[in-house]
């Protein structure tokens, strides 16, 4: 099943969220590979309809300053 998920920026200060979408590696035992980078470097910024889960997918937010 596929989930969209957003994920906003909702914080003022300087720090930055940086969004990683990441598949499973295929055939079992490959490496993961980051499908896509996002960063959230402003207040209110989200991420789009392009960012979603299924059981091959996953997400990693972090921040960075």
């Given amino acids: 099943m596929t989930k969209k998920v957003r994920i906003e920026n909702a914080d003022t200060s300087n720090y930055k969220v940086i969004v990683q979408i990441w598949d499973k590696g295929y055939p079992e ?16 910024a989200m991420t789009g309809d392009d960012v ?11 921040e960075e300053s």
């Fill in 29 to 44: 035992g490959e490496p993961d590979t980051l499908a896509k980078e996002i960063r959230l470097d402003s207040p209110c």
């Fill in 52 to 62: 979603y889960l299924t059981s091959t997918r996953y997400i990693v937010v972090k």
